[in-house]
Structure formats: structure tokens, C-alpha cells
């Protein structure tokens, strides 16, 4: 019997992505295949753009699970930035006002308090979701923009270091993350963030919690009938959501920057979304996922500064990547429209 291969969807979604971006570049009068080749040199050509790569990859790959989690409840936990941002806050404060404490013991703290904190920033939504109906999306949406604007008071007013840069003081090098591939900003943090992905593996298949969650956002109303609380188990996804996020962003702190800078987040939270969706809402899906979108961000740096190319263009591929993977329709419709020309 003739086996046949499948190709998923998302693979199949991030080639054609690149295909559309050879395209644009075709168009725009970029030579495709040397700004490709550029891209790939420098997000895996030597020992330093792995670094790289794997570090722009860890904080997405944290944020991406932390939307994972909640999304197995039935929660569209669009606030992942914002829960990200409080964590790093936090982690920041740890590390800069707890003194005396040895490393790893400071380290472990910041992280773990940061934790907390975008646990607890997410509990506000968890409760305004389930106890009184207000949608998620809207909630933990603006309150993104609560945690975004108040850090950037803190940072520029109150807590600001001397200098013209809006950041704090330098936490306390007992917190800090040991650098794992230097001179590169490669941290402890990406295994950390490994190990998080494995952890929430283990969580949702192997747990009589993890499988509550599953029942709950798989179908509330019959889960609800064989005695399993929806709502005590939707505000238990959404503050390990908010947990993961905010140890994430205490990771990105305390092994990248060492401070907290105003605006040190491109959006990390947002593209954790995009890429727990690219990852098919698995666990180590997001980890190549979060691979991936690092590879286009180290990558996408090299590109521009050997040919010449904007750096937009990689930000173009991603959004294709996004794009097409959120239309499997289209996808299925291509890959049944190349079935059947293959076997005419």
C-alpha cells in the first residue's frame, strides 16, 4: 500500500509566506535570493546569530504559552503584554531594592515574584470574565495599555535612573541571569523557558487539572454537568496564563537588559499570540514557532545591513505567516487544488 505524506497546513502556510516575500522583494527591486541567503546567515551562520535568534525566540516563546494555557479554557487572553510588562516590573523591583540576598536565591525570587505579579494583574480580567460577563478580549486589552503607560510613569518619573534614557536603576547582579553563549545576550532564561514549555506539556496531558481545562474549553456546558467547575478552572488557567507571561518578562529583564527600559518590549505579548497560533496551540509547537519568529527578527537585522533591505520586510513576512496560517481554508483548498493536479 502507498503511503502518503501530509504536509500540515502551517508548514505549508510559512513556505508559501516566504515565497510571497521573495515575491515583494522581486517587486520592490531586491535581489530575493541573496536577501534570503542573508536571512538565514544571520539568524544560524555562526555561533552568535544562533544566540541571537534563540534570544529574540525566548521571551515570544513564554508569552506564546501563556496564551496557549488560557486558550485551552475557552480564555482569549489578549493582555499577555500587559502581563508580561508587570512581571518584568516587578522582577525589576526585586532586583533592585532586595539586597544581601546570594545568587541564585535573588534570582529565583525576582523571577518568582514577577510571576506573581502578572498572575495577579490577570486575575482582575479572570474575575470581571466570570463573575460578571465582561469579555476578555476588551478586559485584558486595556489593561495591556494600563500596564504599558503606568510602568512608563514609573520608569520616567519616579524610579528614573540619572541620564536621558527613561530606565531604571541596574538591578543587583545577585539577580542577575548567567549569560549561557557570550558574548551573545543568549541568558538561563531560554532553557527556562524550555523547561516552561515541557512543564505546561506535562500539565495539560498528564494532570486531572490540565485535562479540566481542556474539558472546560473543549465544551463548558458538559463539563459543567459532569461536575467540573468552568469558572474555577477558567481563573485557574487564566493566573497560570498571567504567571507565565509575568516570569517571562522577569526572564527578558534579568538575563537581557538588567533594567527596566521604557519600550524595552516590541510587543512580545502580541507576538506570542501569533505564534502559539502558528505553533498550533501545542506546547512545543510554540517552541519552533518562537524559533521561527526569532529566526526573522535576528535574521531580518543581518538582511538589512548587508542588502540594503528594510527590515519592515521580515515584520511583511511574518504577518503573511500569520495570515495564512489563520486561513485554513484557503490552505486546505490549496493543498486538495495540488492533490489533484498531482495525480492527473
Known amino acids: ?40 546567515r544571520g539568524a544560524f551562520g555562526t555561533r552568535n546569530a544562533v544566540g541571537q535568534t534563540l534570544t529574540q525566540a525566548t521571551p515570544i516563546l513564554f508569552t506564546s504559552l501563556a496564551f496557549l494555557l488560557a486558550f485551552r479554557s475557552g480564555i482569549f487572553n489578549i493582555g499577555v503584554e500587559g502581563q508580561f510588562l508587570v512581571g518584568a516590573f516587578v522582577a525589576t523591583l526585586v532586583g533592585i531594592f532586595l539586597r544581601g540576598i ?10 518568582f515574584l514577577g510571576g506573581l505579579g502578572g498572575a495577579a494583574y490577570a486575575l482582575l480580567p479572570a474575575f470581571l470574565k466570570v463573575y460578571l460577563g ?15 503607560y503606568l510602568t512608563s510613569y514609573f520608569v520616567n518619573y519616579p524610579l528614573k535612573a540619572p541620564g536621558w534614557v527613561a530606565q531604571t536603576e541596574l538591578v543587583a547582579s545577585s539577580a542577575r541571569l548567567p549569560k549561557i553563549l557570550p558574548p551573545t545576550q543568549l541568558s538561563l532564561a531560554f532553557p527556562i523557558a524550555l523547561g516552561f514549555a515541557l512543564l505546561t506539556l506535562w500539565f495539560l496531558e498528564r494532570t486531572v487539572h ?10 463548558p456546558e458538559a463539563s459543567e454537568n459532569r461536575g467540573i467547575s468552568v469558572r474555577r478552572y477558567q481563573v485557574l488557567a487564566f493566573v497560570l496564563s498571567g504567571f507565565i507571561a509575568g516570569v ?17 518590549s516590541p510587543g512580545y505579548g502580541w507576538d506570542g499570540i501569533a ?18 519568529f526569532g529566526m526573522l527578527r535576528a ?30 481554508f484557503f490552505i486546505r483548498y490549496l493543498g486538495s487544488f495540488f492533490r489533484r493536479e498531482g495525480k492527473r
Open 1 to 40: 500500500m502507498r503511503r502518503r505524506w501530509v504536509v500540515p497546513p502551517e508548514i505549508f502556510a510559512v513556505g508559501l509566506a516566504f515565497l510571497l516575500g521573495m515575491l515583494v522583494l522581486f517587486v520592490t527591486g531586491y535581489p530575493p535570493l541573496q536577501a534570503f541567503e542573508a536571512l538565514l
Open 102 to 111: 546570594p545568587f541564585p536565591a535573588h534570582a529565583v525570587l525576582a523571577l
Open 134 to 148: 465582561a469579555h476578555e478580549v476588551i478586559t485584558t486589552m486595556m489593561l495591556s495599555y494600563v500596564a504599558l
Open 210 to 219: 490540565g485535562f479540566a481545562i481542556r474539558a472546560v474549553g473543549l465544551n
Open 248 to 264: 517571562g518578562g522577569g526572564g527578558e529583564i534579568l538575563g537581557v537588559h538588567g533594567r527596566f527600559v521604557d519600550g524595552f
Open 275 to 292: 505564534v502559539s497560533l502558528v505553533g498550533r496551540l501545542h506546547p512545543l509547537g510554540c517552541v519552533l514557532a518562537s524559533v521561527l
Open 299 to 328: 535574521g531580518g537585522m543581518t538582511m538589512t545591513r548587508v542588502t540594503k533591505v528594510p527590515l519592515d520586510l521580515s515584520l511583511i513576512i511574518q504577518a503573511l505567516v500569520i495570515l495564512l496560517v489563520a486561513a485554513p
